[in-house]
């Protein structure tokens, strides 16, 4: 049986054959005009694209998603190439040195026995080799991912210092104190939008990502699967409409309330 890595090389020296040649003056009229920032969104979509199909579990998906994500990677470098910055060889280069200096409990000496010990000593590296032009834990964050991310990103950089919360159940009076806050305001006749309520929103959000954090769960995949719950359920009431010939309007909010909860006594 062959190896994983079996002919690998020639494989991905075509595909980046091919992406010069879509980016040749006889090539593709589309390729030609991206820029890498015209493809920034194309990126971000594909990244999607393969988590979508990891949630549904679909391998043949999945291979064709890495591929379009692949293809990304490819033609990034190749345009950066075109511009003398660096090439995809440099990419793979920076990677290969980047693992095996994070990975000092595989590669070197050092140990790391469980996950937990592994992320601390990572970001311990990943600030030395940042050292001196960084001069904070809180430097060359990646602003742009989505926020709940961003947010749990931040809280774990502060924690690698012991600034955190001893436990989920400290992290969750954060929670009521902060909703208390957002009660206060709307008891004085605030309403949106307004800058104090944003604040009060933000803080809430980012303390409940504290508590699901505590208690290691991803809070980005918690609350796309209570979003997959809502459109489910919604689905339901949208479905029972159309089977008594009703629109949604002609609903009331008790009767739409009831399909829902009869949605979820079933799932």
Excluded at 47 to 75: C, H, P, S, W
Excluded at 142 to 164: C, H, I, N, Y
Excluded at 213 to 228: G, I, S
Aim: aromatic share 4%.
């Amino acid at each position: 049986m062959a190896s994983e890595g079996s002919g690998v090389g020639k494989e991905f020296e075509e595909l980046v054959s091919i992406v010069a040649k879509l980016r040749s003056e006889d090539g593709c009229p589309w390729d030609r005009a991206q820029t890498l920032q015209s493809m920034k969104r194309c990126i971000i979509e594909e990244a999607y694209e393969v988590t979508q199909a990891i949630d549904e579990n679909d391998m043949e998906k999945l291979r064709e998603e890495l591929g379009d994500l692949l293809l990304q990677v490819v033609f990034q470098a190749q345009i950066a190439s075109e511009n003398g910055s660096f090439n995809i060889k440099d990419v793979i280069c920076v990677l290969r040195q980047k693992l095996i200096s994070r990975h000092p409990h595989v590669f070197g000496e050092a140990k790391a026995e469980t996950p937990e010990e592994v992320l601390k000593q990572w970001q311990e590296i990943k600030h030395r080799e940042r050292m001196p032009e960084s001069t904070s834990l809180m430097d060359n964050l990646t602003t742009s991912m989505p926020a709940l991310m961003l947010a749990e990103d931040v809280q774990k950089r502060a924690a690698t210092v012991g600034f955190d919360w001893e436990n989920a159940k400290e992290a969750l009076a954060k929670v009521n104190e902060e909703i208390k806050e957002l009660e206060r305001l709307l008891e004085l006749g605030l309403k949106g939008p307004d800058e104090k309520l944003m604040d009060e929103v933000g803080d809430i959000l980012f303390s409940v990502v504290n508590v699901a954090r505590l208690l290691k769960l991803d809070p980005e995949e918690a609350l796309r699967k209570t979003v997959q719950k809502f459109v489910k359920r919604f689905r339901a009431i949208e479905e029972r409409a159309r089977e008594e010939g009703r629109s949604l309007s002609e609903m009331s909010m008790k009767e739409m309330d009831a399909i829902w909860e009869e949605s979820k006594s079933q799932e």
